[in-house]
């Protein structure tokens, strides 16, 4: 089965950037997506397409897809973006998650 | 706005059954195809199963095909998920999601979930 593997931990101070990668095989080739999921919560879309934002996610989160990763940039990071962030894509019929990565803002 | 509402979770236990309901109210329902997506006890998520917008095509995760069935009510608004032959890993906080349109697009709106708990 199809497996998408995230860093468990990322270290971020405010203001500075946070990249969180998903990797798995030939990545590029699937519409990937991004959740954030803050504690007691339901997760929150934040990037789909690989790279588009819905609407009422700020700027500061970007998405890219290329070869075998995706990655979730946060530029200037802020403590509300203290969440856990999972990246989602569909492989042979079935949607696979991220192994998902806790984003800690310092 | 659009609002899932997930209901039916509970104690049950292992072998035993369970059907999960979701109310949709915001959008046209039968427009989006929908997802259960669940998450056990301080894991991450787990995607579970999809449906078309008609309902005609279905997909589930191998770790639950053959025991669980998907399902839609587009007159009521209302989204499915009956369990059947449940494990103690079954247990977990059950989501449903609107997808953006398509079974493999993102689920760009959640439920609250409802925790199941498989356990004698």
């Known amino acids: 089965s199809y497996e998408m593997t995230q860093p468990p931990s990322v270290s971020v101070s405010p203001g500075q950037t946070a990249s969180i990668s998903c990797s798995g095989d030939?990545?590029?080739?699937?519409?990937t997506c991004w959740y954030q999921q803050k504690p007691g919560q339901s997760p929150v879309l934040v990037i789909y397409?690989?790279?588009k934002r819905p609407s009422g996610i700020p700027e500061r989160f970007s998405g890219s897809n290329s070869g075998n990763t995706a990655t979730l940039t946060i530029s200037g990071t802020q403590a509300m973006d203290e969440a856990d962030y999972y990246c989602?894509?569909?492989?042979?019929?079935?949607?696979?998650f991220g192994t998902g990565t806790k984003v800690t803002v310092l | 706005e659009v609002q899932l509402l997930e209901s039916g979770g509970g104690l049950v236990q292992p072998g035993g059954s369970l059907r999960l309901s979701c109310a949709a109210s915001?959008?046209?329902?039968?427009?989006?195809?929908m997802t259960w997506v669940r998450q056990a006890p301080g894991k991450g998520l787990e995607w579970v199963s999809g449906?078309?917008?008609?309902?005609?095509?279905?997909y589930y995760a191998d770790s639950v095909k053959g025991r669980f069935t998907i399902s839609r009510d587009n007159s009521k608004n209302t989204l499915y998920l009956q369990m059947s032959s449940l494990r103690a890993e079954d247990t977990a906080v059950y989501y449903c999601?609107?997808?953006?349109?398509?079974?493999?697009?993102?689920?760009?709106?959640w439920g609250q979930g409802t925790l199941v708990t498989v356990s004698s």
């Open positions: 030939k990545l590029r080739n699937k519409n």
């Open positions: 989602q894509a569909w492989d042979s019929s079935t949607g696979v």
């Open positions: 999601a609107k997808t953006h349109y398509n079974w493999n697009d993102a689920g760009d709106c």
């Open positions: 449906i078309s917008g008609s309902g005609a095509s279905t």
């Open positions: 397409e690989d790279n």
């Open positions: 915001g959008f046209t329902f039968s427009s989006f195809a």
